[in-house]
């Protein structure tokens, strides 16, 4: 049986201390801190930085404006100098797919060819974002269509922040200079459940977060975002720490015998251990429950016992179940539980005092939904064998 493999080392550095020969530096995914170093290593003068900083940073991420020439309340030579030296780059849209549902899926193609997906989901009172933090996974969830895909790198932070500036793009989400602001968000929220495993990527998605949340520019709420994780343990309190998003666990089996053929992370980090992190998770409250995803697997994970052995299991865990059926793509191995069976499930979990709301499916004409994104055209596959050792099956 072979360890899950241990995360990648970050292998794109994001921040500028010397800015490039030759090469412009991308200020998309900057902090506050790395955009003024970035601005003093052009040669910005130490005293004017901050001031500089907040200009910059809210024509990028307030009026969504690409080219320094149009930054009119900055000096033509400081323009100049800015386009010398930076550049304020984007993910390239290759396609955007849109569902009967409404659901929209941009495949985008970003810095060595690579491609990842990102999903928006229009609802009736909110818009979600459904971001990838990686170009394949290190992990082999085997219901879950990335997880046959290698791990290719991880996402710069830019990259991540790249994702909700090109949805904006699409959705036409930036304001109009002199028009009545509209309040209305297209983008209400935004969950880090697309490709790959987040805390397996931490700095680059916490100073994406860090840049998202920010109170001028895209200023989402760090309540209005939602990091899903298959259970990396030494990164969750750190995720309560330093991001402060709200959190949501791949939980979906309820002994370790099925979870580690499920979630192979969890012969590294067994459920006991998993769920005494979630104890200790420093932001639970009622008002912030911790997630429990949960995938519904015909005759794998969905009898009556599961379900009560799940309730003990959670119990002193201010939460809420969120069951997700299962969504099938090519050669998947598994079957969706009858929607009885779910519905069963469901009322097991709501009587023991948990809101256990069913998700539905969104985008599966598009092979949109929760597991089905894996860039197609990205060759390097696992082997059989390496899925087979992880998962054990
Ligand atoms: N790597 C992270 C985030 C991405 S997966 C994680 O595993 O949490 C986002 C969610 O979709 C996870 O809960 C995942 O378990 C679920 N998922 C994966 N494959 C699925 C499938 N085929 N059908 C339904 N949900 C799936
Ligand atoms: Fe990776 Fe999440 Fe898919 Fe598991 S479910 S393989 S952790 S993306």
Same mark, same amino acid.
């Given at each position: 049986m072979t360890e899950p493999t241990s995360p990648i080392t970050q292998d794109v550095l994001t921040l500028p201390r010397k800015l490039p020969e030759g090469g412009k530096v991308n200020l998309v995914g900057l902090t506050r801190d790395q955009l003024r170093d970035a601005l003093i290593a052009a040669g910005t003068p130490e005293k004017q930085a901050k001031m500089r900083v907040g200009q910059v940073w809210q024509w990028i991420y307030h009026w969504g404006v690409r080219d320094f020439g149009a930054m009119t309340n900055l000096a033509k030579d400081y323009r100049a100098l800015l386009d010398r030296h930076f550049e304020i780059a984007l993910p390239e849209v290759v396609t955007c797919q849109v569902s009967m549902d409404g659901t929209r899926k941009y495949l985008l193609r970003i810095a060595g060819?690579?491609?990842?997906?990102?999903?928006?989901?229009?609802?009736?009172?909110?818009?979600?974002?459904?971001?990838?933090?990686?170009?394949?996974?290190?992990?082999?969830c085997s219901f879950c269509h990335t997880g046959t895909q290698k &791990? +290719?790198?991880?996402?710069?932070?830019?990259? =991540?922040?790249?994702?909700?500036?090109?949805? $904006? %793009?699409?959705?036409?989400?930036?304001?109009?200079?002199?028009?009545?602001?509209?309040?209305?968000?297209?983008?209400?929220?935004?969950?880090?459940?697309?490709?790959?495993?987040p805390l397996y990527n931490f700095e680059n998605v916490r100073d994406a977060m860090q840049v998202v949340m920010d109170n001028e520019g895209l200023t989402l709420s760090r309540r209005r975002i939602t990091l899903s994780t298959s259970g990396v343990v030494p990164e969750i309190a750190r995720t309560a720490e330093e991001i402060g998003c709200?959190?949501?666990?791949?939980?979906?089996?309820?002994?370790?015998?099925?979870?580690?053929? &499920? +979630?192979?992370?969890?012969?590294?980090?067994? =459920?006991?251990?998993?769920?005494?992190?979630? $104890? %200790?998770?420093?932001?639970?409250s009622n008002s912030e429950r911790i997630t429990f995803e949960y995938v519904m697997l015909k005759g794998v994970n969905d009898s009556d016992d599961d379900a009560r052995r799940l309730?003990?299991?959670?119990?002193?865990?201010?939460?809420?179940?969120?069951?997700?059926?299962?969504?099938?793509?090519?050669?998947?191995?598994?079957?969706?539980?009858?929607?009885?069976?779910?519905?069963?499930?469901?009322?097991?979990?709501?009587?023991?005092?948990?809101?256990?709301?069913?998700?539905?499916?969104?985008g599966e004409d598009i092979m949109a939904a929760c597991g089905q994104l894996k860039s197609a055209t990205e060759r390097a596959r696992k082997s059989k064998a390496e899925i087979d050792a992880e998962t054990g099956l």
């Open positions: 060819g690579h491609e990842v997906e990102a999903v928006y989901i229009p609802e009736e009172n909110r818009g979600t974002l459904c971001i990838s933090s990686q170009v394949g996974c290190t992990l082999t &791990l +290719v790198r991880n996402l710069t932070a830019g990259e =991540i922040v790249g994702q909700v500036m090109v949805a $904006r %793009d699409d959705l036409g989400e930036w304001p109009v200079p002199g028009e009545p602001k509209d309040e209305t968000r297209l983008i209400s929220n935004v969950v880090l459940m697309g490709m790959g495993e709200l959190l949501a666990i791949s939980f979906h089996a309820t002994t370790d015998a099925v979870r580690d053929k &499920l +979630v192979p992370v969890n012969k590294k980090w067994n =459920i006991k251990t998993l769920l005494d992190a979630l $104890r %200790d998770y420093p932001r639970l309730v003990r299991l959670i119990q002193g865990i201010p939460a809420k179940i969120n069951l997700i059926p299962f969504n099938e793509w090519p050669g998947s191995p598994y079957k969706r539980s009858d929607w009885e069976r779910i519905e069963a499930f469901a009322d097991i979990v709501y009587k023991a005092g948990y809101a256990a709301p069913i998700r539905t499916p969104r």
